[in-house]
């Protein structure tokens, strides 16, 4: 079984910047994808980024282009979600998950087995 566990969550002002962490307990497998949803209240679950472990590649939606990047520390089971520039938008819970496969679209949750508890963040304008 894995557990996915994150931490990072906090309130900053717009322009700000966050780093988010997620560390996996458990075996993932040779190959998985990890990656980091959000969502807001009323609104379905986002895909914002996914890295493919061990490869790194990485994916990611056109609303956070340039301003997060998306890394691993494939010793630690390990990923981070470094997220600059924020913008009131990105307020959201943001969601750890992982499949311990590569198979799927990146952005579909329904094909991502394990998940974390959820980390708030909030930018204020």
């Known amino acids: 079984q894995v557990q996915l566990v ?3 969550g ?3 002002q717009a322009g700000g910047s966050l780093r988010l962490s997620c560390a ?5 497998g040779r190959r998985a994808t990890m990656g980091w949803f959000r969502q807001t209240p009323g609104k379905e679950r986002e895909a914002v980024m ?3 472990i061990p490869s790194g590649y990485s994916y990611y939606t056109n609303s956070v282009k340039g ?6 520390d494939n010793a630690q089971n390990t990923i981070y979600l470094q997220m600059n520039s924020l913008q009131p938008e990105d307020s959201a819970m943001y969601y750890c998950a992982a499949r311990t496969t590569y198979l799927g679209g ?3 949750s329904s094909t991502y087995t394990y998940w ?4 708030q ?3 204020s304008s």
Request: aromatic share 6%; net charge negative; no cysteine.
């Open 6 to 8: 994150e931490s990072g």
């Open 10 to 12: 906090d309130s900053v």
């Open 24 to 28: 996996a307990s458990g075996s993932i």
């Open 50 to 52: 996914s890295i493919l």
């Open 67 to 72: 301003r997060f990047t998306i890394s691993r």
């Open 106 to 108: 990146w952005s579909d």
């Open 116 to 119: 974390g508890q959820g980390t």
């Open 121 to 123: 963040v909030t930018v």
